[in-house]
């Protein structure tokens, strides 16, 4: 009799088992196909920048080497071995002659990008340069690092043109608009800031929870994405100077090391998180529920869909960038890979499973107000 009842309790947690793993099986849309070319290194790469004018590639390495990389003939263009630590983070000139790199030696090299000459270095002793950022025209260029400050010089001479210090913990992002000196900041201290380096400060937010670890923004400057350790991704708009929250997305998806809005639409966002994989997400306009005609008065919120996704790499994933064209995207990663991907090719297949089918009217989630 014992034994009957153990065999009968054993079946009904394994039946409630069987349940809940069905409830909580998420479906997704997977690309299948592979990279274009898989080009291996010797350690992992921590960073990665696309020249738009040349369409080279910047890579920066855990060991201190950088180097410019033809994606065409995949080999190596120039080398450049001045820093003594891990590269965070690297960035071309607008015009493609300058090649920026931040290192965990705490100093920052400016370097000929076309011949590969070194031509100068900063050195602050503000901790570690994280991340560096050029202003659109080439005018400014951004540097954070881990000691909380966000240092601005001016080209062509790098003097310093000021100094941003609300932070309060490591700088983990630094990114300018495409089209003025607006400049996008994020902290482990949680905190996100958007100023006029000539000006003032514009707009400042915390995090709930976790902190930021990327920012893009659409090439028309009127969107922007964040994301970071709270495992989601935020986009925003700016609409008659006024920043409104358009939506997020937040499923079954690691801390995002990386995102990217695709050029040629900036309704499609790429983002690319710790455990490897690629995520293509979409959205839409916001709606204004004081419109007249709208049936349900409130607030309309913007959902953020995922088209598809894929693994693309064994570790995770650092960096991402679309090529000059817009037909391929590089992703590097903690395996020493740079990886590139056919975006034309992904799409097609994610638009062929059905994700596309969502309409304006689908992305749209509505609010009712409650008497």
Same mark, same amino acid.
């Given at each position: 009799?014992?034994?009957?009842?153990?065999?009968?309790?054993?079946?009904?947690?394994?039946?409630?088992?069987?349940?809940?793993?069905?409830?909580?099986?998420?479906?997704?849309?997977?690309?299948?196909?592979?990279?274009?070319?898989?080009?291996?290194?010797?350690?992992?790469?921590?960073?990665?920048?696309?020249?738009?004018?040349?369409?080279?590639?910047?890579?920066?390495?855990?060991?201190?080497?950088?180097?410019?990389?033809?994606?065409?003939?995949?080999?190596?263009?120039?080398?450049?071995?001045?820093?003594?630590?891990?590269?965070?983070?690297?960035?071309?000139?607008?015009?493609?002659?300058?090649?920026?790199?931040?290192?965990?030696?705490?100093?920052?090299?400016?370097?000929?990008?076309?011949?590969?000459?070194?031509?100068?270095?900063?050195?602050?002793?503000?901790?570690?340069?994280?991340?560096?950022?050029?202003?659109?025209?080439?005018?400014?260029?951004?540097?954070?690092?881990?000691?909380?400050?966000?240092?601005?010089?001016?080209?062509?001479?790098?003097?310093?043109? $000021?100094? !941003?210090?609300? #932070?309060?913990?490591? *700088?983990?992002?630094? =990114? /300018? &608009?495409?089209?003025?000196?607006? +400049? @996008? %900041?994020?902290?482990?201290?949680?905190?996100?800031?958007?100023?006029?380096?000539?000006?003032?400060?514009?707009?400042?937010?915390?995090?709930?929870?976790?902190?930021?670890?990327?920012?893009?923004?659409?090439?028309?400057?009127?969107?922007?994405?964040?994301?970071?350790?709270?495992?989601?991704?935020?986009?925003?708009?700016?609409?008659?100077?006024?920043?409104?929250?358009?939506?997020?997305?937040?499923?079954?998806?690691?801390?995002?090391?990386?995102?990217?809005?695709?050029?040629?639409?900036?309704?499609?966002?790429?983002?690319?998180?710790?455990?490897?994989?690629?995520?293509?997400?979409?959205?839409?306009?916001?709606?204004?529920?004081?419109?007249?005609?709208?049936?349900?008065?409130?607030?309309?919120?913007?959902?953020?869909?995922?088209? $598809?996704? !894929?693994?693309? #790499?064994?570790?995770? *994933?650092?960096?991402? =960038? /679309? &090529?000059?064209?817009?037909?391929? +995207? @590089? %992703?590097?990663?903690?395996?020493?890979?740079?990886?590139?991907?056919?975006?034309?090719?992904?799409?097609?297949?994610?638009?062929?499973?059905?994700?596309?089918?969502?309409?304006?009217?689908?992305?749209?989630?509505?609010?009712?107000?409650?008497?």
């Amino acid at each position: 009799m014992r034994k009957r009842f153990w065999f009968g309790m054993l079946g009904l947690l394994t039946f409630i088992a069987l349940l809940t793993g069905c409830a909580k099986k998420e479906h997704y849309i997977i690309y299948k196909g592979g990279p274009l070319t898989v080009d291996s290194f010797q350690t992992r790469i921590m960073a990665l920048d696309v020249d738009t004018v040349s369409g080279n590639v910047a890579l920066g390495f855990a060991d201190s080497l950088a180097v410019v990389w033809n994606p065409q003939k995949r080999e190596v263009l120039n080398e450049f071995y001045f820093h003594h630590h891990i590269i965070n983070d690297l960035a071309f000139s607008p015009d493609g002659k300058l090649l920026v790199l931040a290192s965990g030696d705490e100093r920052l090299s400016v370097n000929n990008a076309v011949t590969g000459k070194f031509i100068d270095s900063i050195a602050l002793y503000n901790g570690a340069v994280t991340k560096v950022a050029f202003s659109y025209d080439g005018r400014f260029l951004a540097a954070g690092f881990t000691n909380s400050e966000v240092d601005i010089f001016e080209l062509p001479d790098m003097s310093i043109f $000021g100094t !941003f210090n609300e #932070h309060t913990n490591v *700088v983990t992002e630094v =990114a /300018f &608009s495409p089209n003025n000196y607006e +400049l @996008y %900041t994020a902290g482990r201290d949680s905190l996100f800031f958007i100023m006029d380096v000539e000006d003032s400060l514009s707009f400042k937010s915390k995090q709930t929870y976790g902190y930021l670890d990327a920012i893009a923004i659409s090439s028309d400057a009127k969107y922007f994405a964040q994301g970071g350790t709270n495992k989601m991704v935020k986009v925003w708009q700016w609409k008659d100077e006024n920043l409104i929250p358009v939506g997020w997305f937040s499923r079954d998806i690691a801390k995002i090391n990386d995102i990217a809005f695709y050029p040629t639409n900036n309704k499609i966002i790429v983002a690319c998180d710790q455990a490897g994989q690629v995520i293509f997400l979409k959205h839409s306009e916001p709606v204004d529920s004081s419109q007249k005609g709208l049936e349900t008065g409130g607030v309309f919120r913007l959902a953020v869909l995922e088209l $598809g996704r !894929f693994k693309a #790499h064994d570790k995770a *994933v650092r960096s991402c =960038a /679309f &090529s000059r064209d817009a037909s391929k +995207l @590089y %992703t590097c990663s903690d395996d020493g890979t740079l990886k590139t991907w056919d975006v034309k090719k992904i799409l097609a297949d994610f638009k062929k499973k059905g994700s596309f089918l969502h309409t304006e009217k689908d992305l749209k989630v509505s609010v009712k107000k409650t008497s």
